[in-house]
């Protein structure tokens, strides 16, 4: 893995070794990808300026969140169909993060069942990301099933109430199952070591991949547009469907996708104990504000009360540090864990966050933070600014190889 030095090495070993369909599905945005332009860009105006000569040594990541004890500030997102990246990637990617001491967050959309991971890592701080389905028994079954496997904390996506527009999924004919056509057949059979050590292993070891938590008789559909409507994502939940479900989950609750004080506020008094600020990377609300513009004002709301997680954009090691300083106390990472397990498996997932961690200490020295409390002080320029950014060419470099 010595030859993977940074995200964008990362990324491209990734491009290569994924059907475009699927290297699209994950990297790209929605509509016209402004907001993904606008998450970048904006994260690139924020500089933090050094405090000098203050001796520090080896910077302290470990950091309590939710009542829990992290190496450091960081959760695996949840990401939908992580083991179409690679072989049981959900448990790949468990095993990462028990091996960093950080949780990973299981997607409602995950490929294998939350049951399943905790039964392959019993070890591991396992988080449950969850999408209200319009049938409300299916989803509260799902949340005992959840609450069963030993999760204590629950983050309920507020952002998604509809599948977002990706004209990219249409035209690569990206759908669960696949659609056949000749264009992805031709995508697939040009990524032979994928199509054998993913999708036949994963098509032998348990039918054709599919949305693992979907009850049976509605997997085969889900993704496709006729998606059985006691799966569909609830469009019409409100803040009373939060109160309910607070009512019944005995764990942490965290909802994620808040983008304004005023929800901050809400969630806050509904009995969230964190929120997640979030644009959903960029693959949801195009117009969406991003998520570093909007956390000051977050935290200066609510960071007394509730905890704040932030999440999008996040390939370097300072760009955490810069959601730390403008006032979360930790950061989700989707995409750089997900090129990591597509580049190497567990391994490249692990080294890419280990890489991260690495990138952070190094921020952390420069800037003479000791400790994670350190970056919250750090002084931030460009906050103001941050409101009126130009977006730059790209979201990320262009890959040449
Ligand atoms: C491939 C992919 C699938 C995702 N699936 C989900 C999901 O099932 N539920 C959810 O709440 N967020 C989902 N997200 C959003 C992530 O949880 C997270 O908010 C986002 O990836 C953070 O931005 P980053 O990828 O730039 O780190 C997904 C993101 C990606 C890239």
Not at 141 to 158: F, H, K, M, N, W
Not at 353 to 378: F, I, P, Q
Request: one cysteine or more.
């Amino acid at each position: 893995m010595s030859s993977l030095l940074n995200f964008i090495d990362y990324r491209a070993r990734a491009r290569q070794r994924l059907p475009k369909a699927l290297f699209e599905y994950i990297d790209r945005g929605s509509e016209d990808e402004q907001a993904l332009l606008r998450i970048r860009s904006s994260l690139d105006q924020i500089t933090l300026t050094p405090s000098l000569l203050n001796g520090v040594d080896q910077p302290e990541l470990r950091t309590p969140l939710l009542g829990q004890a992290l190496a450091m500030p960081l959760v695996i997102a949840p990401t939908a169909l992580a083991g179409l990246v690679s072989f049981q990637g959900e448990i790949k990617l468990a095993r990462t993060a028990r091996d960093l001491g950080i949780p990973f967050c299981v997607s409602t959309q995950s490929v294998t069942t939350v049951e399943e991971i905790r039964k392959q890592v019993p070890d591991a701080n396992l988080w449950f990301q969850l999408y209200v389905w319009k049938d409300r028994n299916l989803t509260r079954q799902l949340l005992e099933r959840v609450q069963a496997a030993g999760v204590d904390t629950l983050v309920i996506t507020a952002d998604t109430p509809v599948s977002p527009k990706r004209e990219y999924n249409v035209r690569n004919g990206f759908s669960i199952p696949l659609k056949p056509s000749l264009a992805l057949l031709l995508d697939v059979l040009g990524h032979p070591s994928w199509l054998v050590s993913v999708w036949l292993r994963q098509w032998l070891a348990s039918g054709m991949p599919s949305y693992g938590h979907y009850p049976a008789q509605f997997r085969a559909a889900v993704t496709q547009q006729t998606v059985h409507e006691a799966v569909r994502l609830e469009n019409r939940l409100t803040w009373n469907d939060i109160r309910q479900i607070r009512s019944g989950w005995h764990g942490r609750l965290v909802i994620k996708g808040v983008l304004s004080p005023q929800d901050a506020l809400l969630a806050r008094d509904e009995g969230a104990d964190a929120i997640v600020v979030s644009a959903h990377g960029g693959r949801n609300l195009d117009i969406a504000p991003a998520p570093i513009q909007v956390l000051p004002a977050i935290a200066e709301a609510v960071g007394g009360d509730l905890q704040i997680i932030a999440d999008s954009g996040v390939t370097r090691g300072s760009d955490v540090l810069k959601y730390l300083a403008l006032g979360a106390d930790a950061v989700m990472v989707g995409r750089l864990p997900l090129w990591g397990l597509a580049a190497a498996g567990q391994q490249g997932a692990t080294d890419s966050l280990r890489m991260l961690r690495n990138e952070m200490e190094l921020a952390m020295t420069l800037l003479g933070a000791h400790s994670v409390r350190d970056c919250r002080k750090a002084n931030v320029l460009g906050r103001q600014r941050a409101l009126f950014v130009k977006p730059s060419p790209g979201a990320y470099p262009e890959i040449t190889a």
